[in-house]
Nanobody
Framework: QVQLVESGGGLVQPGGSLRLSCVASGGIFTFLPMDLGWYQQAPGKQRELVATITSGGTSTYSDSVKGRFTISRDTAKKTVYLQMTSLAPDATAVYYC?????????WGQGTQVTVSS
């Protein structure tokens, strides 16, 4: 089993920044080269990919966040981060951390991000 715990969400003004963190725990995570990702789910919408980072450190981003969001991981701390800058109201959503490898797929409980003046 893998447990993922997100933090760092909150209320931020348009144009502001936030850094989300997700700490992983569980024996499987220690032994499998899991890819990590961040997804967002706005009210009434489907969950959408924001960014991913492989176990080797290769990152990918959705077109809407390229150049503004940065995903990174600290293997020693079993933590994945999402640095978000130039936030706009359409970034308001619950952000979920994901870890997957093969048929293993885990989600965190989510952290709310609200962009509003």
């Amino acid at each position: 089993q893998v447990q993922l715990v997100e933090s760092g969400g909150g209320l931020v003004q348009p144009g502001g920044s936030l850094r989300l963190s997700c700490v992983a725990s569980g024996g499987i995570f220690t032994f499998l080269p899991m890819d990590l990702g961040w997804y967002q789910q706005a009210p009434g919408k489907q969950r959408e990919l924001v960014a991913t980072i492989t176990s080797g450190g290769t990152s990918t981003y959705s077109d809407s966040v390229k150049g503004r969001f940065t995903i990174s991981r600290d293997t020693a701390k079993k933590t994945v981060y999402l640095q978000m800058t130039s936030l706009a109201p359409d970034a308001t959503a619950v952000y979920y951390c994901n870890a997957h490898y093969g048929s293993y797929n885990y989600w965190g409980q989510g952290t709310q991000v609200t962009v509003s003046s």
